[in-house]
């Protein structure tokens, strides 16, 4: 079967639509993974920050014995 010119535009246009689809998802994935890791790096700077004060008070409480 030959495809008119019209048909051709169509199914180009067509895989174009698909491709700008597939382009806006990758896009919302790269930008939840990029939230999702500076969450993860705001709750590890938040862990480190309390294992600090857990040290300090630890050598606050070894010093006064």
Not at 2 to 9: D, I, P, Y
Not at 25 to 31: T, V, W
Not at 38 to 47: F, K, L, P, R, V
Request: aromatic share 0%; no cysteine; net charge positive.
């Amino acid at each position: 079967m030959q495809v008119t010119g019209q048909q051709q535009r169509i199914i180009d246009r067509a895989g174009g639509i698909r491709r700008s689809t597939v382009d806006s998802s990758r896009q919302g994935a790269n930008k939840q993974n990029e939230a999702t890791k500076a969450d993860h790096q705001e709750s590890t700077a938040m862990g480190q920050g309390q294992n600090a004060g857990a040290s300090a008070i630890h050598s606050v409480r070894t010093a006064a014995l």
